[in-house]
T-cell receptor, first 114, second 114 residues
Framework: DTGVSQDPRHKITKRGQNVTFRCDPISEHNRLYWYRQTLGQGPEFLTYFQNEAQLEKSRLLSDRFSAERPKGSFSTLEIQRTEQGDSAMYLC????????????FGQGTRLTVV | DQQVKQNSPSLSVQEGRISILNCDYTNSMFDYFLWYKKYPAEGPTFLISISSIKDKNEDGRFTVFLNKSAKHLSLHIVPSQPGDSAVYFCAALNYGGSQGNLIFGKGTKLSVKP
């Protein structure tokens, strides 16, 4: 296993369009997190899953955002009707909750809304 | 309200000397702390962590110190190397309370000059 994988690495979209990102976590990790990072800020929590259950959502996750983790494996993050303020790096991380708490991050998806 | 604060946006150190990165937190429920390192256009990489039951954890050139009474932690890098130049994020977690998400500071950009 080579780590957390995110696809695509970069996405440019027009305002109003929908976008979907995919994250493949480290295979034995049962927790999966989505974060967003903008310039000059640390990663900001969006949501996380324990296996297939979405356990927490941040207030940053507006109604236009939805995340899924079917079968507790990969996850998708969809943004509907994108706005320029959605431009950011979207980071996925996974961790083997219960053994240790270190979360391992993917390389991120850079979203630019024009 | 920022729960994890890194008050120095940047730090410049000479190669071979010690780098000290600081982090303060406000939430007394945090019981696990992590440091991540981030290069441009990449996801954060886990560096070192410490539980609140300890006051020091060491891993090679990296040592993290925790002062619970002051709600302060620091990362020491000795000796500093040019390859250490990156943005360092402090993160905190309420592991005992099963809070799932890491709360990050805004980061400190470390520059190690040859």
């Amino acid at each position: 296993d080579t780590g957390v994988s995110q696809d695509p690495r970069h996405k440019i979209t027009k305002r109003g369009q929908n976008v979907t990102f995919r994250c493949d976590p480290i295979s034995e990790h049962n927790r999966l997190y989505w974060y967003r990072q903008t310039l000059g800020q640390g990663p900001e929590f969006l949501t996380y899953f324990q296996n297939e259950a979405q356990l927490e959502k941040s207030r940053l996750l507006s109604d236009r955002f939805s995340a899924e983790r079917p079968k507790g494996s990969f996850s998708t993050l969809e943004i509907q009707r994108t706005e320029q303020g959605d431009s950011a790096m979207y980071l996925c991380a996974s961790s083997p909750w219960g053994r240790n708490t270190e979360a391992f991050f993917g390389q991120g998806t850079r979203l630019t809304v024009v | 309200d920022q729960q994890v604060k890194q008050n120095s946006p940047s730090l410049s150190v000479q190669e071979g000397r010690i780098s000290i990165l600081n982090c303060d937190y406000t939430n007394s429920m945090f019981d696990y702390f992590l440091w991540y390192k981030k290069y441009p256009a990449e996801g954060p990489t886990f560096l070192i962590s410490i539980s609140s039951i300890k006051d020091k954890n060491e891993d090679g050139r990296f040592t993290v110190f925790l002062n619970k009474s002051a709600k302060h932690l620091s990362l020491h890098i000795v000796p500093s190397q040019p390859g250490d130049s990156a943005v360092y994020f402090c993160a905190a977690l309420n592991y005992g309370g099963s809070q799932g998400n890491l709360i990050f500071g805004k980061g400190t950009k470390l520059s190690v000059k040859p």
